[in-house]
């Protein structure tokens, strides 16, 4: 997979849990609350941090592609590139919303990172 496509699988996990909840307000919201939980953790302890690893390997396939984590946090020589670093950014900022707008979780990210 690309770092898009398990973008991609992220939101479709997100709606699933938004379309459970919508017949069922007690449906369980674990990978939303994951997922928002990693990013806040993450923001807070900053990008060479092991919680920035923890949030970004989310997002590195299933299992973990060691390309596509060394991208995301970023080992791969793209650290100095502006616009990965702004679209990394994105990611985590945009992991902090829950169910309203963590659908729109590839904003401003998946173009710009593979």
């Not at 909840?21 to 674990?30: E, G, K, L, V």
């Not at 945009?94 to 963590?102: A, D, H, K, R, Y």
Request: charge should be negative.
């Amino acid at each position: 997979m690309t770092i898009q496509a398990n973008v991609q699988r992220k939101i479709d996990e997100i709606e699933g849990e938004i379309e459970a909840r919508a017949i069922n307000p007690d449906a369980s919201i674990t990978k939303t609350q994951e997922l928002h939980d990693k990013a806040m953790a993450a923001m807070f302890n900053g990008n060479q941090s092991q919680q920035w690893i923890d949030y970004m390997t989310l997002f590195a396939g299933t299992p973990t592609n060691k390309t596509e984590l060394a991208r995301l946090i970023p080992t791969d020589g793209t650290h100095t590139n502006p616009d990965m670093q702004e679209a990394r950014a994105y990611l985590v900022a945009n992991g902090l919303c829950l169910m309203g707008t963590t659908t729109a979780l590839h904003e401003n990210v998946t173009n710009r990172l593979g």
